[in-house]
DNA sequence: CCGTTAGTTCATAATTTACAGAACCAAAAT
DNA sequence: ATTTTGGTTCTGTAAATTATGAACTAACGG
């Protein structure tokens, strides 16, 4: 496979992406490798051969990507090689996961709220309102992909 | 400053949280700390204390922290010491910089959409989709925001 | 002007992470 | 039956990250 400067660039700035929301850096290339690549499907040596990186490196990386549903792969009979590609639904799961994070954070917050001891005090109005919002929100995402959706249709 | 075990768990809960998040592991503490002390105000030295970190980990993280808007400070007249919050206003600029951030995202995929070879492949379309899922959901962010004020008021 | 307070900066030590390379393994091909 | 393919697993290690402690500084206090 040959990748032109562009693909390679892209690989990397989509790499440093998800590195920066906490993916390890090869498994980050990855996903850039996935969706830059001329094939949608790639396979093991594929991956490693473009990346410059060893099959152990490549083996932890797709296997952390398999757990957290970010790709999945194909086979075909009478060929052992497996052909990972970006799972389609990941952009949408990563987005509910994101606000998903959030909510846990709220869990943690009315934690807080519960034993703080500040009398009189405006931060515990900030706190409820933070709260608030996050609820609020966490009940508005589902509308909002609705919205989305018929948007679409 | 005295803590009980509940403080000191949510704490160590917050502070994961944040490190989640791409946030070193003295900040993000600190993060907690404030969250949850019984004054809303702490000074370098109690900081330093509660965590039982070194001085130059809370002042690396002190003023991280200050940089990227997630704390201040205020000072009394005749004492020299600063006693540092959390930012009231920084949950909601929290938020608007993890949509930003997927709207960064967006910017990449737009570029790849522009260079990827893949005809008549079914993941072009998932690809546009995606983009306009996040073009769709930076345009609508600030009404979301609006919302939740009206509905506080 | 000497000591104390409230930090900052620097060198370095301690972890942690992430990868390479080699050995290994099971299924299929020869 | 043994070789090849398509990986996995197991150390060892280089690099990056974090924290420490000591030295330093600037401002104020007596």
Redesign the interface.
């Known amino acids: 496979m040959l990748l032109?400067e562009?693909?390679l660039s892209?690989i990397e700035?989509?790499g440093i992406?998800h590195e920066?929301?906490?993916m390890q850096p090869a498994p980050a290339r990855i996903m850039g490798l996935l969706?830059?690549a001329?094939?949608?499907e790639l396979t093991f040596d594929e991956i490693t051969e473009a990346l410059n990186i060893s099959k152990s490196a490549t083996s932890n990386a797709i296997n952390l990507l398999l757990q957290t549903n970010l790709i999945e792969y194909t086979t075909f009979s009478g060929d052992r090689k497996r052909y990972f590609?970006?799972k389609?639904s990941s952009?949408?799961e990563g987005?509910t996961r994101?606000i998903d994070?959030?909510t846990?954070?709220a869990v943690?917050?009315r934690?807080?709220s519960e034993?703080?001891?500040?009398e009189n005090?405006?931060?515990n109005e900030?706190l409820k309102?933070?709260i608030?919002?996050l609820d609020?929100?966490h009940k508005?995402l589902p509308f909002?992909l609705e919205e989305?959706d018929n948007?679409?249709a």
Chains 1, 2 share one sequence.
Do not use: E, H, P, T
Not at 115 to 118: A, E, T, V
């Open positions: 032109s562009k693909q892209l700035q989509i992406y920066s929301n906490g969706m830059v001329d094939s949608a590609k970006l389609i952009w949408r987005f994101k994070d959030l846990g954070f943690l917050l934690q807080v034993i703080r001891k500040r005090s405006s931060s900030d309102d933070c608030g919002f609020f929100l508005k909002i989305w948007r679409k």
